[in-house]
């Protein structure tokens, strides 16, 4: 695996565990009276708004982040790649820093209650508006497009990517139906770890990426 793909792995493992990401899609089940319906409706919102976004940015961006040289970035790509760095390790500094708020804990679940009795085209505006990987789909448009792809080998990466970030709620949905019950009790018993523990794992992949792009700007700087 090169450079480029270790970073898009990256990428797509840090938006899948981004805690906010994946907060508002458990309480999207777990508070709904209907958890098959309301998690369908928010992950059709989710997946539509991140693979549409992708796939206009991706036309536009094309290729043009590609290098000439497999082992170093371009010279542009390297400076977005140290300052998307320095970003990332802020961020995770803010993010350990932070306290557990109780307050917002409480204001992300009246949020989702009130979604999950809304009609279907509100969930899945929710879904597009809270469930997609907000600032990591930056990274991951500039990452495929140092693969050097074409408009269809863009469009190809870009689905795997949106499939890739979503997975935690699309395999949920798939537990809920073959079993219901068994399921409920793991997404209860995942929303109180994710209380607990989502920041810290996120962390740690944000920790990876921001080490990746640092390494990989620098060497595109110096050589």
Same mark, same amino acid.
């Given at each position: 695996? %090169? ?23 458990? =309480? ?10 309301? *998690? ?23 290729? #043009? ?24 390790? *802020?961020?995770? %500094? ?30 899945? %505006? ?7 990987? *907000? *600032? ?22 870009? =689905? ?12 949920? =949905? ?13 997404? #209860? ?35």
């Amino acid at each position: 695996m %090169g450079w480029i793909d270790t970073e898009l792995v990256l990428v797509a493992l840090a938006a899948m565990l981004s805690p906010t990401t994946l907060s508002f899609s458990v =309480l999207s089940l777990v508070l709904s009276d209907r958890p098959r319906r309301t *998690g369908f409706w928010f992950y059709v919102g989710a997946f539509g708004a991140t693979l549409g976004i992708g796939i206009v940015a991706g036309l536009v961006l094309g290729d #043009h982040a590609a290098s000439d040289h497999p082992n170093q970035p371009t010279t542009f790509v390297a400076i977005i790649d140290i300052i998307a760095a320095v970003l990332l390790a *802020g961020w995770i %500094g803010r993010l350990l820093r932070r306290p557990p708020n109780a307050a917002r804990s409480e204001a992300m679940m009246a949020q989702m209650t009130k979604v999950t009795g809304s009609p279907a085209i509100v969930i899945v %505006g929710a879904g597009a508006a809270l469930a997609n990987p *907000g *600032g990591f789909i930056p990274l991951a448009l500039k990452t495929i497009s140092e693969t050097d792809p074409g408009a269809a080998e863009y469009i190809v990466e870009w =689905l795997l990517f949106t499939i890739a970030s979503l997975l935690p709620l699309a395999v949920a =949905l798939i537990m809920l139906v073959v079993a219901p019950r068994p399921a409920m009790h793991i997404l #209860h018993r995942t929303r109180d770890w994710l209380l607990r523990n989502a920041r810290t794992v996120a962390a740690v992949i944000v920790g990876l990426l921001a080490a990746a792009l640092l390494r990989n700007g620098i060497a595109g700087l110096v050589a």
